[in-house]
């Protein structure tokens, strides 16, 4: 009986984990986080853009990054149950599309009002995604594309995607359920493998932890880094956005 446990298990996990973390870590890349500032002067901020499906994660992402960065338990925005099929994230009306014509549209934005980094948000635990989904996240692509702007995708809900990794963390690149899934997702939507990294979200705790703090500071440091890139290329290839 036992032999055959291990046997199960074994098909569930690689023998090695695919791809590198220190969990060790944390506190070096938090504090590089923590302490990023643009070298480019006309820029203040790092301007993230997160979209994706409906219950990919997005609201809980920016949660679980505020906890991280605070170092304590926070809400600072709404977030829909993961079995819900609305959204509380608000940032464009499907049914009224932003125009020129609109009071709050910026014809000229200048580098520190332009998006740096457009990051795709989706769930580990969603079902195959839809083609109509698939076309419109082509499309976003595309757009960014042509402006040159850098892309990568956050992966949610990765433990209610696999037991292994909700039983323990550390199993995140051990699991070959989670591999096929980020590299179905890849082959879909065109994002390398290498500018996709996944996330547990806070959701259930009441206390900070400190490997799920691990997983989402490495994929702050790769986004503040690809959107660092395209700063600096901003103050030699002035492109219109």
Not at 150 to 167: F, G, L, R, S, Y
Not at 188 to 209: D, F, L, T
Request: proline residues 6%; charged residues 20%; aromatic residues 6%.
């Amino acid at each position: 009986m036992e032999g055959r446990l291990v046997d199960k298990l074994n098909k569930l996990t690689l023998d090695q984990p695919w791809r590198a973390i220190f969990w060790g870590d944390k506190q070096r890349d938090l504090q590089y986080v923590q302490e990023y500032k643009p070298e480019n002067g006309n820029v203040s901020h790092l301007r993230v853009l997160l979209y994706g499906p409906v219950g990919a994660g997005k609201s809980s992402f920016i949660n679980s990054v505020s906890n991280v960065l605070r170092g304590r338990m926070t809400i600072p925005t709404l977030a829909s149950a993961t079995t819900s099929n609305t959204s509380f994230t608000r940032r464009f009306n499907p049914l009224s599309p932003l125009s020129e014509r609109d009071p709050g549209y910026n014809p000229t934005p200048s580098p520190d009002d332009r998006v740096h980094i457009l990051v795709c948000v989706f769930s580990a635990n969603s079902a195959e995604i839809k083609g109509s989904v698939l076309q419109k996240m082509k499309a976003i692509r595309e757009t960014a594309s042509d402006l040159a702007i850098p892309q990568m995708a956050i992966v949610t809900n990765i433990d209610a995607a696999c037991a292994e990794i909700e039983k323990d963390l550390k199993n995140v690149y051990m699991s070959k359920h989670l591999k096929k899934k980020m590299t179905d997702f890849s082959s879909a939507v065109g994002i390398p493998m290498n500018c996709i990294c996944p996330v547990k979200n806070y959701s259930q705790e009441i206390q900070i932890n400190d490997e799920v703090d691990s997983l989402i500071v490495s994929a702050l440091r790769l986004i503040i880094d690809f959107g660092d890139d395209f700063i600096d290329n901003m103050q030699t290839s002035p492109a219109g956005q």
